[in-house]
């Protein structure tokens, strides 16, 4: 019995520097975050004629101030800087964004002092969408260099036949650390008027996310696509589970499907929104079968993901204890972070 004590603790040290990289293997391996933030309507204060951005400025109804955008860069800044640097020591490589306003706002937040020597690039286009909000992607220059980016605008028509703006599907491709990945950034279509009325919408989405994976998969043999974003929508909704057809289990994955490791967490209740005392899982991650291949295998290689929620992030006290803490919550401002959690993976190559 002791020599079966003694082999099962070694068997057991040796998966844990191999999943951790730590021990004698973590030299030997390099571990890249990759991040997504709904950061809840990060508007500047200026009035902008051609949005309907007049709630968020000084003089409209949110009292949106130089001082409360200050803080809100200061908080979105205090957050992006933290999140991976548990097993990294640093903030995240790649970052995806949404609900963010135009160029300046992103500007703001790469200068802050909170992650101004990371040295970010940043890949935005303004959408179409009605509100003003567009998504983006911010990127370490030392570590990712883009090759390509372009905006792709999703058309929708109301029962009128009338257009609905909404926000475009951001597509980046270029080289992280000399491995060619591809990254798709998405805010999808709102449930506003109710999930069922507004589904059409969100397959719409799903649909145009299929045609850009199915696309670079033409032109490329085994592409590592990561598409992400607030989808609106539960990793198990017809969107993800029917157009993208999307498999929460990496052994039963064939070539063309996508993986989605946010479903495993869905299922275990783990959320990044709340409403109503029930907890969605909106903000995802979902990648080509390329991604998932074995550490041994060239490139980079997902390892795990995870909600980044740690206590600041959430409401302390009252009815909404544990929800996330919003920087307005009914109407009133409360100086919080956002209605949503961000979403973390980490890519590992040997």
């Known amino acids: 019995m002791k020599y079966n004590f003694t082999f099962l603790k070694n068997i057991l040290v040796f998966l844990f ?199 670079i998969s033409k032109t490329e043999v085994n592409p590592k696509i990561i598409s992400m974003g607030d989808l609106n929508d539960d990793p198990t909704d017809d969107s993800l589970k029917k157009i993208l057809q999307t498999n929460g289990k990496k052994k039963k994955l064939e070539d063309g499907s996508l993986y989605n490791p946010m479903e495993k967490l869905y299922k275990k209740g783990v959320g990044t929104l709340a409403y109503r005392d029930k907890w969605n899982l909106f903000d995802q991650f979902y990648m080509t079968k390329s991604v998932t291949n074995s550490v041994s295998s060239s490139g980079y290689s997902f390892w795990k993901t995870g909600v980044y929620n740690p206590p600041y992030l959430l409401n302390q006290t009252g009815k909404y204890k544990g929800y996330p803490y919003r920087t307005y919550a009914g109407g009133s401002y409360a100086g919080g972070y956002s209605d949503h959690f961000p979403i973390y993976l980490y890519l590992i190559k040997k």
């Open 17 to 215: 520097a191999i999943s951790t990289g730590y021990g004698q293997e973590k030299n030997k391996y390099t571990v890249r975050t990759i991040a997504f933030y709904n950061v809840e309507n990060l508007f500047d204060i200026k009035n902008d004629s051609l949005t309907r951005d007049d709630d968020r400025t000084p003089s409209g109804k949110d009292n949106w101030t130089l001082d409360r955008y200050t803080t809100k860069i200061e908080n979105t800044t205090k957050v992006l800087s933290q999140i991976g640097s548990k097993v990294t020591n640093t903030s995240p490589d790649i970052i995806g964004l949404c609900e963010i306003e135009n160029i300046e706002v992103l500007q703001d937040l790469v200068n802050h002092p909170n992650i101004k020597n990371k040295n970010y690039g940043i890949i935005h286009f303004d959408s179409p969408d009605e509100r003003g909000i567009d998504v983006a992607l911010l990127y370490k220059k030392d570590v990712f260099i883009p090759d390509s980016f372009n905006s792709h605008r999703l058309l929708l028509f109301n029962e009128e036949g009338y257009r609905d703006f909404t926000r475009d599907q951001l597509v980046v491709s270029g080289l992280l650390d000399s491995d060619k990945i591809h990254f798709i950034v998405n805010h999808w279509p709102s449930r506003s008027g109710g999930a069922a009325r507004s589904k059409p919408n969100r397959l719409q989405a799903a649909k145009l996310n299929k045609r850009i994976i199915d696309s």
